[in-house]
């Protein structure tokens, strides 16, 4: 099982942060030959408010390449499975015992669904509240740097050290956005009946926690949510146009991959790229690539932005008569090797049910095989609405 | 989707795909046509686009010199620099 791509001796309050983390004693790699050994001239802020936290960094996690994929299993170094079932790499160290928690960046969903899959505890907070210097990007307008462990607590105290105004990140929140806080009890929970299309497992988790709400005092009801099911090629069409941008630089010259096959300048841009980058990054850049064309930037990239103000307003109504939107991550409770290799665009259906929350920068605390999706800023409710479940 | 046009795709973005690949991604390419449509069909027109999920402020900072990297370093990771330059082949003939 390829959990790690360097590992640490770390000892003491260790976290594991992704490959997608910058790190200055480790390489990052972003789970691609293209990157494979190269080491940064400076660390993530993550890192930083980590280690000026106390804690130390005990590896970095295989991630999938650019963290498109469903949960790792595009990794230029292989995917970490067992018994040909994926596991979340960075997950996995934290079920394993290695790291008190994870740290990763969310792109597409796959944290989310490594730690529904492992029955632990996620947050991916507000979009803005924790620095994203120093990661490496791929689709910035979404992905938000988010925290693994196996209780609600261990994430809290993980997560109220990272969170923090950075300068150095345009879009980082002000200081007094980012504290973490005090929460009132959660009153009203809605079900998002549109994405309750998983199987019969991932819905019972999903009436399991509707059932501790209740017996929490808290009323649940299911409301029909159809405009959540836009942001999953709302997403994809962002995400991509995004990494299309993001990987361009990535060309052989300064740093990164280079061929030995060229004879020209074209073909060692050109072979460089082919050849360190997988299938999925490839088949997501050439399709950014066509809806930031002539023919289709106001027809598909334009409408996918003016789609996100549409969920964005929709989620703003739901939550001001809720607390939160419960929904599955997942559709299924176990992904195979197998099936990823045959449907290699697993990832994007998969993203039905995290595409919400990443196309508008909304908090979601993933517990109980299940996620609640809040209001901007209100992850210190989420949170705390977890720790009663 | 057609060939031509990800052909021309490719050269854009300086990658090249198999034959087998080619065939996969026009398959994806009509799912996401599909999927295109179904966000045509939501009315927009009054709609703006939504560029940043929060709120930003143009923030502007200090004009203040900060550490930076000297060219050893940053060619310590080149795959082929000499003499302070990044190598390449041969432009200009």
Request: aromatic share 6%; hydrophobic share 40%; net charge negative.
């Amino acid at each position: 099982m390829k959990v790690y791509i360097t590992k640490s001796e770390a000892t003491g309050k260790n976290i594991v942060v992704d490959d997608m983390i910058l790190t200055t004693d480790m390489p990052t790699t972003a789970g691609s030959k293209m990157l494979d050994g190269y080491m940064s001239l400076f660390e993530a802020q993550a890192v930083t408010a980590l280690k000026e936290n106390g804690y130390t960094i005990c590896g970095k996690a295989n991630t999938g390449e650019f963290n498109l994929d469903l949960l790792g299993e595009t990794s230029h170094f292989g995917p970490c499975e067992e018994n040909g079932v994926l596991k979340g790499a960075a997950a996995q160290t934290v079920k394993m015992g290695d790291a008190m928690a994870a740290v990763t960046l969310e792109v597409n969903g796959s944290s989310a669904r490594a730690a529904a899959l492992a029955g632990l505890v996620m947050m991916k907070p507000t979009y803005g509240t924790v620095s994203r210097f120093g990661t490496i990007p791929a689709a910035c307008s979404g992905e938000t740097v988010c925290v693994t462990a196996a209780d609600v607590d261990t994430v809290k105290e993980v997560l109220t050290a990272l969170k923090g105004h950075d300068d150095k990140d345009g879009t980082s929140l002000p200081q007094e956005k980012c504290v973490l806080g005090q929460a009132m009890p959660a009153k009203k929970v809605a079900v998002a009946k549109s994405l309750l299309t998983a199987d019969a497992d991932t819905l019972a988790k999903v009436e399991a926690v509707k059932a501790k709400l209740i017996a929490n005092g808290v009323e649940v009801v299911e409301i029909e949510a159809e405009q959540l099911l836009l942001a999953k090629s709302a997403w994809n069409i962002l995400m991509s146009a995004e990494l299309c941008n993001n990987v361009s630089k990535y060309d052989g010259v300064k740093y990164g991959y280079r061929t030995p096959n060229y004879t020209n300048i074209d073909e060692l841009y050109t072979n460089s790229r082919t050849e360190a980058f997988g299938y999925l990054t490839k088949s997501t850049v050439l399709f950014g690539s066509e809806t930031l064309s002539e023919a289709n930037y106001f027809k598909v990239y334009d409408k996918a932005q003016r789609i996100r103000r549409v969920i964005s307003e929709y989620l703003t109504a739901v939550f001001a008569e809720y607390d939160a939107i419960l929904a599955p991550v997942c559709s299924k409770t176990e992904y195979t090797v197998e099936e990823t290799a045959a449907n290699k665009y697993m990832a994007y259906e998969e993203s039905t049910y995290t595409a919400p929350s990443m196309i508008t920068g909304i908090p979601v605390v993933v517990t109980g095989g299940v996620q609640l999706m809040g209001a901007p800023l209100s992850d210190a409710a989420l949170l705390a609405m977890a720790e009663t479940l | 989707m057609d060939i031509k046009t990800l052909s021309r795709l490719q050269k854009l973005n300086q990658l090249n795909l198999t034959e087998t690949e080619e065939n996969e991604l026009m398959a994806f390419f009509e799912k996401a046509e599909k999927d295109a449509e179904i966000l045509a069909s939501v009315d927009t027109e009054n709609v703006e686009r939504m560029v940043y999920v929060m709120p930003m402020t143009n923030i502007i900072r200090e004009d203040i010199a900060k550490k930076v990297f000297t060219r050893d370093q940053l060619q310590e990771q080149a795959p082929e620099a000499m003499d302070g330059y990044w190598q390449v082949p041969r432009l200009v003939e």
